[in-house]
């Protein structure tokens, strides 16, 4: 079946350093793809998404490149802050489908 | 605009017991999703609604069950809870124009569930 996969956390970092989140999919056909942050004690918020390959989606800083040929969609930030700190999912639906398939998630903290 | 709003916030109940959770759907969405998200996971999709009629399943048992009202808010129903029901349950709303393809989804706060 369809999977998300993204690289174990926690992960740890000081403030204004670069910040790169790996994750890689399964799936047949050509889903869209997503990243979603969840701040502490609140639901899922979209991030960025990218509907097809080569596609680069961004907001607020951060990017991913939809990668067809390594099936993957890492997302980047180049100076990270402390309010960047939550948990980021990445997440695909394929075209016609109901659900979004998640990623186990990637807990990121920010030190001053 | 009105967000997504899950009502209650955090629930406790013994196993066996059976629990209704609440959701209104952000103005101007007309299909609600539902999504369990245990402890350090991902959310894994329960089901999705849709003018009042289920469209979609993910794999969770018949005692999961949910309703959509015409005002598209909706309620998500556990029959015979398991301590494994134990988790932080997402509301999410969208507008699709037609079935399966959607705007993208607005997520509620959750309700955290919590079985004993």
Same mark, same amino acid.
């Given at each position: 079946? @369809? #999977? ?9 970092? #000081?403030?204004? +350093?670069?910040?790169?989140? *790996? ?8 889903? #869209? ?16 998404? +990218?509907?097809?390959? @080569? @596609?680069?989606?961004? *907001? ?21 802050? /402390? #309010? @960047?700190?939550? /948990? ?12 979004? /398939? ?9 030190n001053p | 605009e009105?967000?997504v709003t899950q %009502? ?8 066996? $017991? ?5 959701? %209104?759907? $952000? ?14 996971? &991902? ?32 309620? =998500? ?12 349950? =997402?509301?999410?709303?969208? =507008? %699709? ?5 959607? %705007?993208?989804?607005?997520? &509620? ?8």
């Amino acid at each position: 079946g @369809d #999977s998300v996969t993204q690289m174990e956390g926690p992960v740890t970092l #000081s403030e204004e +350093a670069c910040l790169t989140i *790996n994750c890689t999919y399964t799936a047949t056909g050509y889903p #869209s793809l997503f990243w979603y942050v969840q701040y502490p004690g609140e639901g899922l918020q979209l991030l960025l998404k +990218a509907t097809k390959a @080569d @596609d680069k989606g961004s *907001n607020k800083g951060f990017e991913a490149t939809y990668r067809k040929e390594t099936t993957s969609f890492h997302l980047e930030k180049g100076s990270v802050q /402390v #309010s @960047d700190s939550a /948990v980021y999912f990445c997440a695909l639906k394929k075209k016609g489908a109901q659900k979004l /398939v998640f990623g186990q998630g990637t807990r990121l903290t920010i030190n001053p | 605009e009105t967000g997504v709003t899950q %009502s209650p916030t955090h629930l406790i109940k013994t196993r066996g $017991q059976q629990v209704t959770l609440r959701c %209104s759907s $952000q103005s101007g969405h007309n299909t609600v999703s539902w999504y369990q998200q245990a402890l350090g996971q &991902g959310p894994q999709f329960i089901f999705q609604y849709y003018r009042e009629e289920e469209n979609g399943r993910g794999n969770f048992p018949p005692r999961f069950s949910g309703l959509q009202f015409p005002n598209y808010s909706s309620e =998500l129903n556990v029959n015979a809870l398991e301590l494994d029901d134990s988790a932080l349950y =997402l509301c999410a709303s969208s =507008l %699709s124009q037609v079935r399966g393809d959607h %705007s993208p989804l607005h997520f &509620g706060n959750g309700t955290r569930l919590t079985v004993t």
